[in-house]
């Protein structure tokens, strides 16, 4: 070869180097889609949900003892919010936000952990531009009428969205306009012997814009309703969630054994009642804590507390739920112990994340929700997101909350 023809075949590789090469700051060796748990044990560990939830990463967010809150993930940003108090309910303890680097599934990094709020934090969400994030003041907290604003690149505070004490679940919109707000009316076991001004405290939903921080709306108040009608939990909201669409909203209410939904157009409540008697020995029963819309939102997933199964409700037609599967019935999905205390979905529907008892040392079940049946189990936890990417990074977020996708 001649000397000439091996510069022209030397430019002719740096050529199809230039055009086929990624930049290795964005190259992921990793695509597919997987689920990040921040577990009981203070770790954060990643899945492989096409390999049947095969661990293939972890990190440790927190110190063993400590009270895991919440979880959110930017795709801009390519980082995961752990929410965390150092100490578990009912008293009061430092609330950390750790930022992780999960720009590759494999080898998440932390990268900063801070104190945010000294009475503690509680599950929050992260803007879809990555700038901000909204933290709920922990529902036991009851000096701190706000929720925190945060630059979400290093948890300093830069304002506070106005709401009663005892906030509580908190998630942004699927369009990213809103963020929905939760805070408590009770927050102590023997409510009703409490001397604590419960003026202050109305269990109402909000929401407020992104863009402002302003509160935008506030939700009619949930029914008085149940085996606890007139006392004053009755009507608590417990983890809810909304269509794609802001306008139909679905919660577990303390009381009912069912769940409420409302129109945000109209601001009318309807409750749907489960026919089925709960197990009347558990006082549990009538706070069911976990509920979940199915991406497609053709299904309401609630936990029922009282036992150790998912009522799983047909809302196709949204005027008239049908319940498929109950606990009387044939089909059940059952789980492995009783009080379980969150369900969410993957983003495609495919799997239905339940988990057991908070702080309860259960193993997290994952079930195909066209049989009903569990596939698979991860370790304790209750909070769970799933995370798409691509060669080029991450493609697609879900979130900890099982949220309306249609």
């Not at 022209?8 to 689920?35: C, D, E, H, K, V």
């Not at 000294?118 to 933290?135: E, Q």
Request: charged share 20%; glycine share 10%; hydrophobic share 35%.
């Amino acid at each position: 070869m001649n000397k000439l023809n091996a510069i022209l075949l030397s430019i002719l590789f740096l050529a199809l180097s230039s055009t086929q090469a990624i930049p290795s700051s964005t190259f992921n060796p990793n695509p597919g889609r997987y689920l990040f748990s921040f577990a009981e044990s203070g770790i954060l560990q990643v899945y492989d949900i096409d390999n049947r939830h095969a661990v293939v990463g972890s990190v440790r967010i927190m110190n063993i003892g400590g009270d895991t809150r919440g979880i959110a993930v930017s795709k801009i940003n390519g980082r995961a919010y752990c929410f965390y108090n150092s100490q578990p309910p009912p008293g009061l303890s430092a609330g950390h936000i750790a930022a992780v680097d999960i720009s590759n599934p494999t080898t998440p990094r932390k990268l900063w952990d801070v104190v945010v709020n000294p009475a503690g934090v509680d599950r929050g969400d992260v803007s879809h531009d990555g700038s901000k994030l909204f933290v709920p003041t922990f529902e036991y907290n009851r000096t701190q009428a706000y929720n925190l604003v945060l630059r979400a690149s290093d948890g300093a505070r830069i304002g506070t969205i106005p709401v009663p004490i005892q906030s509580h679940n908190t998630f942004v919109s699927l369009d990213g306009s809103l963020v929905w707000m939760e805070n408590k009316k009770d927050g102590v076991i023997n409510i009703d012997s409490d001397p604590y001004d419960l003026s202050r405290i109305d269990g109402r939903l909000r929401a407020a814009s992104t863009a402002t921080n302003k509160v935008v709306y506030t939700a009619p108040r949930f029914l008085d309703q149940g085996p606890y009608k007139g006392s004053k939990e009755s009507g608590t909201p417990q983890p809810f969630v909304s269509t794609s669409d802001n306008q139909r909203i679905y919660s577990c209410v303390k009381g009912t054994y069912g769940f409420q939904w409302f129109y945000k157009s109209s601001n009318t409540v309807y409750a749907h009642n489960f026919t089925d008697q709960p197990y009347k020995g558990d006082r549990n029963y009538v706070t069911l804590h976990g509920l979940a819309l199915k991406p497609d939102e053709t299904e309401v997933w609630v936990a029922d507390g009282s036992d150790n199964v998912v009522h799983v409700v047909d809302v196709t037609n949204p005027q008239r739920p049908v319940d498929k599967i109950r606990p009387g019935g044939g089909a059940r999905v059952v789980l492995n112990a009783r009080r379980s205390h969150w369900i969410t979905f993957s983003l495609n529907g495919q799997y239905a994340y339940i988990a057991g008892p908070k702080r309860g040392g259960q193993n997290a079940g994952v079930f195909n929700t066209e049989t009903y049946s569990q596939v698979d189990s991860i370790a304790p936890t209750e909070v769970m997101v799933e995370v798409d990417y691509g060669i080029n990074g991450i493609t697609a977020v879900g979130n900890q909350f099982g949220l309306g996708r249609k």
